[in-house]
């Protein structure tokens, strides 16, 4: 009894210590005013993870959510978010077939509508995730802070000045065979 009881606890730390490499964790990152900045939810040490929760918040004062997309990572899973309720983003996903590897599982669209010196916290406040056979994944989180840098400028578009100078030479082209 001793032997088996010594073998589940082996058993045990093993897959806990297997488990602890996942690392799920957004960057510090910087956005200017007025602009539309994208945040990766990031995944490290990933292997056969199944399913993820994901909860982040942010200050409503400086962001706003608009969009979330699946990354790299998450291309083939069936992701579900919500942006409607002011300073957090739900995300759900799931993928039967699991994620492994490093990088983007998810990314997160913010319009960016603080003032210039303003930060956001951005916060992983829950991290679920289980394996593809839905035994919970022991993770790590790393949270990080978006800086609102400076206003954005404008821009007028690249097509709109080619056509306005094009337009132009046409009428001065015009307007010189005229006058011969």
């Known amino acids: 009894m001793k032997k088996i009881l010594v073998l589940v ?3 045990c730390l093993v897959s806990l210590v297997s488990a602890a490499g996942l690392t799920v ?12 900045v994208e945040v990766p939810v990031n995944l490290g040490g990933a292997s056969d993870v199944g399913s993820m929760d994901v909860v982040l918040k942010y200050d409503p004062g400086v962001l706003r959510a608009v969009a979330v997309e699946a990354g ?9 978010a919500n942006t409607a309720r002011e ?4 995300i759900a996903m799931a993928d039967s ?9 998810a990314t997160i669209s913010f319009d960016v509508t603080g003032d210039v010196g303003s930060t956001s916290p951005l916060t992983l406040e829950t991290v679920s995730v289980h394996n593809i056979e839905l035994v919970e994944v022991v993770t790590t989180s790393n949270s990080a802070t978006l800086s ?5 400028t404008p821009t007028t578009g690249g097509a709109n000045t080619a056509i306005l100078a094009i337009t132009a030479i046409i009428i ?8 011969k």
Request: aromatic content about 4%.
């Open 9 to 11: 606890g082996v058993l």
């Open 25 to 36: 964790s957004v960057s510090d990152t910087t956005g200017a005013k007025d602009s539309t």
């Open 72 to 80: 790299a990572l998450g291309k083939n899973a069936f992701i579900e």
């Open 87 to 90: 300073g957090e983003v739900i």
């Open 97 to 105: 077939s699991g994620i492994n590897g490093d990088g983007a599982v």
């Open 148 to 152: 609102v840098t400076s206003e954005a």
């Open 172 to 179: 001065a082209l015009f307007l010189i065979r005229r006058r």
